[in-house]
Nanobody, 123 residues
């Protein structure tokens, strides 16, 4: 049973930056691909970025390419999302989850979503 805690969100002006973090409760985290997903009010949760188990490969949604960077520190059971050049369209609650790297989706057997962390970029 994996528990995930997201942190680092906040309110920033357009063009600003934030660094999100996600910490897992179990060390098997380091053998899994991990992803970031986001959900805007009234909309479905969508893929943002994914990183393989070792951190050597990443993939991003078109909407964030060139602006966001996903990374991980396996010794700390932690994955990060560096967000630069933020836009109002990035406003959402951000969640992390173990991921299917090739499909850019959460693992099908994952159900224990955390509370997420709110990112707000005013227009």
């Amino acid at each position: 049973q994996m528990q995930l805690v997201e942190s680092g969100g906040g309110l920033v002006q357009a063009g600003g930056s934030l660094r999100l973090s996600c910490t897992a409760s179990i060390r098997t985290f380091r053998s899994l691909a991990m992803g970031w997903f986001r959900q805007a009010p009234g909309k479905e949760r969508k893929f943002v970025a994914v990183i393989n188990w070792s951190g050597s490969n990443t993939y991003y949604a078109e909407s964030v390419q060139g602006r966001f960077t996903i990374s991980r520190e396996n010794a700390k059971n932690t994955v990060h999302l560096q967000m630069n050049a933020l836009k109002p369209e990035d406003t959402a609650v951000y969640y992390c989850a173990p991921a299917d790297f090739g499909a850019s989706m959460p693992r099908a057997d994952f159900t224990s979503w955390g509370q997420g962390t709110q990112v707000t970029v005013p227009s």
